[in-house]
């Protein structure tokens, strides 16, 4: 199988910024999502990165180094809104995987 | 704001029966897939659909399994005799394009119980 590694759980203060690092094999490899699922919902789209470097969008950003095989997924001015699993969902040979998900927490 | 949408959001059935989950994509897209997350573990992918065929399959994708895209705008999941380990949330999405350029709207899901 293809292996996904990202940390299970982060814990993190309302208003302080988290990072969730993604790695993933290299091989086949064609872009990379990353999703917010809430508990019992659908996965919702966040961001996507197929070239190296940051991707901003409002609070959220993503970065990418394909030759690392990383990936990383930062939130900030955290919002207790924001607790929720956080997926990495590379492509491979143009298919969808997901990872098993990191769960934020975000405490007053 | 188009969505996908899914029906029913949660479906009871007995072991061995059939059960027929149904999806509406976004209706421009052309795209089609069917995931399933069982409580507590990751999204799998099932498999993903283009121009009335099936373009990717997983190997949880077995003979039980099928889909069918029976009119213009359903998209539809059908498990020909359940079994215990089919119960997870069953979840729809489509693209416009294959998914490794465009990102993947994802239904509210299906909620499937097997008893």
Redesign the interface.
Known sequence: GQNIDQPTEMTATEGAIVQINCTYQTSGF??L?WYQ?HAG?????LS?N?LDGLEEKGRFSSFLSRSKGYSYLLLKELQMKDSASY?CAP?WD????????TTVTVRA | EPEVTQTPSHQVTQMGQEVILRCVPISNHLYF?W?RQILG?????LV?FYNNEIS?KSEIFDDQFSVERPDGSNFTLKIRSTKLEDSAMY?CASSEQ????R???????TRLTVL
Do not use: M
């Open positions: 064609n872009g999502f699922q919902e659908a996965p919702t789209f996507y197929v997926l492509v143009y298919k969808l995987s997901f990872g098993a998900g | 897939y995931y573990q990751k999204v799998e992918f993903s990717e979840f294959t998914g490794g350029f990102e993947q709207f994802f239904g509210p899901g």
